[in-house]
């Protein structure tokens, strides 16, 4: 049976042909980089470096500035912890992932201050960000785009702020990173947290931690080991990357990633016209109800509804039967549900890919209407 992928804010499907071969060449012609001066050795070094300075160029930093992650989860981790204050308060939104969450949960001696977004307003969504920052803020941690309901938050207009004040910013870039310009220079953070298999279509378990070319920032570490270098010290080298990069690199990854980079063309305005045309089309559905796609600042390309009084895993199911791969459930983002009012079934998610057409928009309206009218759930 054919079907309509619609779960790209999950993972990016298909990847190309030209990611697999990179991949495929790292398989039979790399060793390990930095652990050796022969061929195959100097071949994964090199491979490494062309990743570092691909993403240097679309992320706008220096590639000695680009830490490699096994994911965007480690990313942030590693951030979070190497630069949580021992006191104070850091600030987040009501929206984020569990993987900004769950690490910010399991710091000792600090304070959590959350702001809830307005669903409909930037202007005031960043006056609810201003107005949790206190005094001793010292630490902001905030999604770039809502994994649930794809809304952006005015994470530029909030980096200023926090600048202002002497605030590191680090933002999750999960879901714009690939679909629309991310440049950290013009952001005015500190870090972005990236993975590589989402909007940019490269394998999974890779992703990257972009630090600011200006930053200053000392990092404690979370793993310690080899680096290929500086074998003698004790410590881990206190320069970036080498820093926070410990033990044998995903050599696959790290080849499938940089050709990602190198084939990614940025299309957001075809990506907005597939959102706005399934949002518009299931609002035009009795018994649809579609979530946080009132805001005058943009989203990622993806839409969170649900079909009345049906839980969102039984649709994921009966949307299956119909040829729509989409997902349903909580997100790994209780708190976001929680501000949508979708906390007790969650809801189901469409979101959008290189590979999608407007036709698929128009086959997932047209699945839920007729389940609609069949309405045996």
Known sequence: MSFIYLDNAATAYPKSDYVLGAVISAFKQCGNGGRGGHSLSVKATETV???????ASLFGTEPERVVLTCGATAALNIAIKGLAPERGGVLCSVLEHNAVLRPLYTLEGV?????????????????????????????????AASNVCGMRLPVKEICAECRRRGIVTVLDC????????????????????????????GPAGMGALIVHP???????????????????????????????????????????????CEELSLDPEREERLRRMTVEGLRSLDGVQVYGADSDGGYAPLVAFNITSVPSDRATELLEQRGILLRGGLHCAPLAHAALGTGRYGCLRASFGKSNSAEDAEALVDAVRALLKQNTF
């Open 174 to 201: 999960a879901q714009t990173a690939g679909h629309i310009s991310v440049d950290i220079r013009e952001l005015g953070a500190d870090l972005i947290c990236l993975p590589a298999h989402k909007g940019l279509g």
């Open 214 to 260: 200006d930053s200053r920032l000392r990092f404690r570490t979370l793993i310690e080991g080899g680096t290929g270098e500086a074998a003698r010290d004790r410590y881990m080298p206190p320069y970036l990357p080498e820093r926070l990069e410990a033990g044998s690199c995903n050599i696959l990854g790290i080849a499938g990633l940089a050709a990602a």
């Open 49 to 55: 470096f062309a990743c570092r300075v691909a993403l």
């Open 111 to 143: 304070r959590l201050d959350f702001f809830a977004p307005s669903f409909s307003s930037q202007k005031q969504s960043l006056k609810n960000a201003v107005s949790a920052i206190k005094e001793d803020t010292r630490l902001a941690v905030i999604t």
